[in-house]
């Protein structure tokens, strides 16, 4: 079975899902090489196995699976044209969905914005399921120099080595939108950290953890 080790992530981690996004509205993909397991569309989260889960190349072409991919697949493949992207998460999340119908970035209001880089820009609109979506979101990525955007009128994408940080940073970035929103509901002008302030944390990160 191609890709088995993806899959069984697929699988494991799908249901993370519905704590993050409403109905069956989000998707997520791993890597390896130059194809990616990635979440059958329309489908609860809990009703499939690995058998199922689609192998897609980063062509766009179905290689193995018994189910059909998710409607993003464009998105998929032109976000793994980076080397360094191992997964993806997408979203509907709606603190982060908010701030995408606003068509406002989020600043960075806290130090653990650097989990995905700077800032979270927005992306243009586009249908769902396009080419021209998936264009917008990797110039996004791109200009904003981070591994998350907005998708104006749409959702979140987060991008990461591997699927538990893609997952972990995607939570960072929906509680960052959150407090961001609140603190703005309650007349507060929320403060921003200066790009030196922001390098300072990028150099501890470095040796942060175990």
């Not at 990616?36 to 809990?46: E, K, L, Q, R, S």
């Not at 993003?72 to 980076?82: D, F, K, L, N, T």
């Not at 992306?123 to 200009?143: F, Q, S, W």
């Not at 904003?144 to 699927?163: K, R, Y």
Request: aromatic share 6%; with cysteine.
């Amino acid at each position: 079975m191609m890709l088995e080790s993806q899959r069984q992530q697929v699988v494991d981690h799908a249901h993370e899902l519905a704590t993050l996004t409403p109905g069956r509205t989000g998707n997520l993909s791993v890597r390896e090489g130059d194809a990616f397991a990635i979440t059958p569309t329309g489908v609860p989260y809990d009703s499939f196995d690995t058998t199922d889960v689609p192998v897609v190349g980063v062509d766009g072409d179905q290689r193995d699976g018994e189910m059909a991919p998710s409607s993003e697949v464009p998105m998929h493949s032109a976000i793994y044209a980076r080397e360094d992207v191992g997964a993806i998460v997408h979203t509907h999340s709606p603190w982060s969905t908010t701030l995408a119908i606003a068509n406002e970035p989020l600043p960075p209001i806290h130090y653990m914005i650097v989990a995905v880089g700077k800032s979270v820009p927005v992306a243009t609109y586009a249908p769902y399921g396009t080419d021209a979506l998936a264009e917008h979101i990797v110039m996004a990525m791109r200009d904003a120099d981070t591994t998350a955007c907005f998708i104006e009128n749409h959702g979140l994408v987060v991008t990461a080595p591997d699927l538990e940080t893609a997952l972990e940073n995607t939570v960072h970035v929906e509680s960052l939108a959150r407090i961001y929103l609140e603190a703005r509901a309650a007349g507060l002008e929320p403060q921003t950290l200066s790009d030196d302030q922001l390098e300072v944390v990028l150099e501890k990160f470095e040796s942060y953890g175990q």
